[in-house]
């Protein structure tokens, strides 16, 4: 089974983005912050990281940079949509040039979340990959 790791502040999106993944057989694993998320990275390896941009206590930036220098093989998908605050600022744009493997922008119909997440993970004939645990 595929693990991915959710990060979202906002609890109603992660809450949809978890049940879609979940009735798509995956295991969900869910971070409120990127500075969570960071943290839950550093003892554990998902098959796949969603992460929304903008979230209080370590943002989808931060977090993005973090997963592309410490593992830079994990696929990223990178939401968002868009900042009242720097409305003039392309977070997905931004995250794209810094290394997610997809971006979405909210709000997005679950067939493009479904597009995103084949296109950033796949599937094999057998299913998902399974996580793994990194060495302590």
Not at 51 to 66: A, C, N, Q, R, S
Request: hydrophobic share 50%; proline share 4%; aromatic share 8%.
């Amino acid at each position: 089974m595929c693990t991915v790791l959710v990060a979202d502040d906002d609890v109603g999106v992660r809450f949809v983005v978890c049940e879609f993944l979940k009735a798509a057989g995956l295991d969900v694993v869910e971070a409120e912050s990127g500075a969570a998320a960071v943290e839950m990275l550093k003892e554990w390896l998902p098959d796949l990281l969603v992460t929304d941009i903008f979230m209080p206590e370590g943002d989808g930036i931060e977090l993005v940079t973090y997963v592309r220098k410490n593992l830079p093989f994990l696929p990223v998908i990178a939401m968002s949509g868009g900042s009242v605050l720097l409305p003039e600022f392309n977070s997905l744009r931004s995250a794209e040039m810094l290394g997610a493997t997809v971006t979405l922008a909210k709000p997005f119909t679950r067939k493009d979340f479904a597009s995103a997440l084949y296109s950033a993970l796949g599937r094999t004939e057998t299913g998902w990959a399974r996580g793994r645990r990194l060495a302590s």
